[in-house]
């Protein structure tokens, strides 16, 4: 073999490890196990099998996070934290003042993250001034999913109001129609109470209540109004509903056994996976009463102290697809949610999409865009958790009053 052979082929050898030593391994814990979730995660691993590195998927099934999040305490408490974690609001300051998570400055500086978050959702993402967490998306919350073609069987109209609501709910019942598939599990019912909460008692109501925790507004009688109007919406379910999970309730929708769905937008997901067309084959409409208002829920995820020097790359590069437009663009479209990332363009999304941008930035002027509560964005996982089954309590239980879930409330925000 002649020496520039040798060279060349020992050149190549040394690349090789190269690569090699900075292939790593991403753990990446989430719940994004329903068809359209599914999907949208499956293009965050492609993304980083693009960059050489492998995947290794902490996938825990349930709907809200609820499962995945007591799994991922026995994972850190055991010393042996995944990579990175579906982790959303409040709870990214309480694991970041746990110390286990780690400072992603580096990433952040190099990808100008700053210029391109919103400002609000980019304080939420650092602790003492540090990024600890890289945002995939804004979901909204406050929307009302609906089946055409029942709401045209029933001669219904969609919803503006709640009293609109109880109308079309009455005339798809007649109709021999579900009209509403609810899935009776506790973060599914408290997804339903936010969107009354909002829509009965409006955006300042609902700052004060369920964002301060304010105890004159959770026991008030906007609060009955609000409690009344929920338990009302539980007659027009079906006796299957508990413990059903939320894409086979969204399935309902999809196939006509039900009018429609109080859910966030990962609920498109579910009809965009099934081939169906929105504006067609179903509609999108803000929950009654919440069009000028908009419920938010950012999906990001936490990323945790490693100690190998490949898998800290990996996590680092991870952090970055993240926030590129190629990723926020697909991985939006099948998530249902729209990018976090500023200034992106919205030529391939669906209208229900658009509305929603419309919407974020609109809201966001008057002071009608709130976190939302169901989904660990506007109070301490702690008082969540008691507010949630307070909520879910009232729900299954027909004897408790408004009078006292109102009371229990008040205890309930207390939690500490
Ligand atoms: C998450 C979504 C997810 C939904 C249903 C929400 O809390 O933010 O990403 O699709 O739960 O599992």
């Given at each position: 073999?002649?020496m520039?052979?040798?060279?060349?082929?020992?050149?190549?050898?040394?690349?090789?490890?190269?690569?090699?030593?900075?292939?790593?391994?991403?753990?990446?814990?989430?719940?994004?196990?329903?068809?359209?979730?599914?999907?949208?995660a499956?293009?965050?691993?492609a993304?980083?099998?693009?960059?050489?590195?492998?995947?290794?998927?902490?996938?825990?099934?349930?709907?809200?996070?609820?499962s995945?999040?007591?799994?991922l305490?026995?994972?850190?408490?055991?010393?042996?934290?995944?990579?990175?974690?579906q982790i959303k609001?409040?709870s990214?300051q309480?694991?970041?003042?746990?110390?286990?998570?780690?400072?992603m400055?580096?990433?952040?500086?190099a990808?100008?993250?700053?210029?391109?978050?919103?400002?609000?959702?980019?304080?939420?993402?650092k602790?003492?001034?540090?990024?600890v967490?890289a945002?995939v998306?804004?979901?909204?919350?406050?929307?009302?999913w609906a089946n055409?073609?029942?709401?045209?069987?029933?001669g219904?109209?969609?919803?503006?109001?709640?009293?609109?609501?109880?109308?079309?709910a009455?005339?798809?019942?007649?109709?021999?129609?579900?009209p509403?598939?609810?899935?009776g599990?506790?973060w599914q019912?408290?997804?339903?109470?936010?969107?009354v909460?909002?829509g009965?008692?409006?955006?300042?109501f609902?700052?004060?209540?369920?964002v301060?925790?304010?105890?004159?507004?959770?026991?008030?009688?906007?609060?009955?109004k609000?409690?009344?109007?929920?338990?009302?919406?539980?007659?027009y379910?079906?006796k299957?509903?508990?413990?059903?999970?939320?894409?086979?309730?969204?399935?309902?929708?999809?196939?006509?056994?039900?009018g429609?769905?109080l859910m966030?937008?990962?609920?498109?997901?579910?009809?965009?996976?099934?081939?169906?067309?929105p504006?067609?084959?179903?509609?999108?409409?803000a929950?009654?009463?919440?069009?000028?208002?908009?419920?938010?829920?950012?999906?990001?995820?936490a990323?945790?102290?490693?100690k190998?020097?490949?898998?800290q790359?990996?996590?680092?590069?991870?952090?970055?697809a993240?926030?590129?437009?190629?990723?926020q663009?697909?991985f939006?479209?099948?998530?249902?949610?729209?990018?976090v990332?500023?200034?992106m363009?919205?030529?391939?999304?669906?209208?229900?999409?658009k509305t929603s941008?419309a919407?974020?930035?609109?809201t966001?002027?008057?002071?009608s865009?709130?976190?939302s509560?169901?989904?660990?964005?506007a109070?301490?996982?702690?008082?969540?958790?008691a507010i949630?089954?307070?909520v879910?309590q009232?729900?299954n239980?027909?004897?408790?009053?408004s009078a006292?879930?109102?009371?229990k409330?008040?205890?309930?925000?207390?939690?500490?």
């Open positions: 073999m002649s520039t052979r040798i060279s060349l082929s020992l050149a190549a050898a040394g690349l090789m490890s190269a690569t090699l030593a900075q292939a790593g391994e991403v753990e990446v814990l989430h719940w994004w196990t329903s068809g359209g979730e599914a999907k949208a499956a293009e965050l691993k993304s980083m099998q693009k960059k050489g590195h492998s995947w290794k998927d902490f996938a825990v099934a349930g709907g809200g996070g609820d995945a999040m007591t799994v305490k026995s994972r850190v408490v055991s010393g042996n934290a995944p990579a990175a974690a609001g409040p990214i309480e694991w970041a003042r746990e110390g286990v998570l780690a400072n400055d580096d990433v952040a500086k990808e100008k993250w700053d210029e391109l978050l919103p400002k609000a959702i980019a304080d939420g993402l602790y003492k001034g540090n990024y967490a945002p998306n804004v979901h909204r919350v406050n929307w009302l055409p073609e029942a709401f045209k069987k029933a219904a109209k969609l919803p503006t109001t709640w009293d609109e609501f109880f109308v079309a009455e005339a798809l019942k007649k109709a021999g129609i579900i509403v598939a609810h899935g599990q506790n019912d408290f997804t339903t109470f936010e969107s909460a909002l009965v008692g409006g955006a300042d609902y700052k004060k209540a369920l301060q925790l304010d105890a004159g507004s959770l026991k008030s009688p906007t609060m009955e609000v409690l009344g109007t929920f338990k009302k919406v539980k007659t379910t079906d299957n509903a508990p413990g059903r999970d939320w894409n086979l309730a969204t399935a309902m929708v999809i196939k006509g056994e039900a429609m769905q966030g937008d990962w609920a498109k997901g579910e009809f965009i996976a099934a081939g169906k067309v504006g067609k084959d179903f509609a999108c409409v929950a009654p009463g919440t069009a000028k208002s908009y419920t938010y829920n950012v999906d990001s995820f990323l945790f102290k490693l190998d020097p490949a898998n790359k990996a996590q680092q590069d991870l952090a970055a993240i926030m590129s437009t190629d990723f663009e697909v939006n479209l099948n998530k249902g949610s729209i990018p990332r500023l200034g363009k919205l030529d391939k999304f669906d209208d229900c999409a941008a919407d974020f930035v609109s966001a002027k008057a002071g865009l709130v976190p509560i169901a989904h660990g964005m109070v301490p996982s702690a008082a969540e958790g949630k089954d307070v879910s009232f729900w239980d027909d004897k408790m009053t006292s879930a109102m009371d409330l008040v205890a309930a925000a207390k939690t500490k």
